[in-house]
């Protein structure tokens, strides 16, 4: 069965055009393809879990079903593969714009009662924000624990040098505000911007303040 998820709303694509002079370049089908095919992924099932099944597994102590693996994409001729990966993950990112925060593994699952004992919602956290982007954008699974995520033998891609730049894309990993430890993630759009799923919901962001501050260390997948 479908899931239907939440409606949301995107940034125009001038945005992501914008996000660096590499996704500026890409060709005018290739920018179109980057979105051209989210409403047949969207019809796709968000888990292996038949939806019928998904009352049993409980409430919302639980983070539901887990993720579906999605298909890889096509990439359309005459794009540099690279930098159309990149817009790929930020477009993705920004289509899901407007996503509660919620402790959950798929968008959909919405057991209730919500966040702060509010009404039923459905939502992801930071890092299966994260891992949700790569897989449905590139097929590409990696784990939704902020900690392996960061660091470890499962940590997908590498991690950056402090002399690299970053790129459209890049996972961010943010420590608490005692820098103590890593605690949070979001996804690298330009040197001004990042998205990630935070208290208020998926949300563009400055690059600054405490993402900036309390800065750890970056990984990149697509290279």
Not at 67 to 82: L, N
Not at 128 to 139: A, D, I, M, P, Q
Not at 168 to 193: C, E, M, Q, S, W
Request: proline share 10%; charged share 20%; glycine share 8%.
């Amino acid at each position: 069965m479908s899931v239907v998820r939440p409606l949301t709303r995107s940034l125009p694509l001038v945005f992501l055009l914008a996000a660096g002079s590499a996704l500026a370049d890409l060709p005018p089908d290739a920018v179109e393809a980057l979105t051209a095919d989210f409403a047949e992924r969207d019809r796709l099932p968000e888990s292996s879990t038949p939806q019928s099944d998904w009352h049993k597994i409980g409430s919302s102590e639980t983070w539901g079903p887990k993720a579906a693996h999605y298909p890889p994409v096509r990439i359309p001729a005459g794009a540099d593969p690279i930098e159309w990966k990149r817009a790929r993950i930020v477009a993705v990112a920004q289509h899901y714009l407007g996503l509660p925060y919620q402790h959950h593994h798929i968008p959909a699952w919405a057991p209730g009662p919500g966040r702060d004992g509010g009404p039923p919602a459905a939502g992801l956290d930071c890092s299966n924000f994260t891992s949700w982007v790569y897989n449905y954008g590139l097929g590409i699974v990696f784990t939704s624990d902020v900690h392996l995520q960061a660091d470890g033998p499962s940590a997908p891609g590498r991690r950056l040098t402090d002399d690299e730049a970053l790129a459209p894309g890049d996972l961010l990993f943010i420590k608490n505000r005692a820098g103590a430890k890593v605690t949070h993630v979001v996804i690298y759009i330009d040197p001004g911007h990042i998205i990630d799923d935070h208290a208020d919901g998926v949300r563009v962001r400055p690059f600054n303040g405490w993402y900036s501050t309390s800065f750890s260390h970056a990984r990149r997948i697509i290279e």
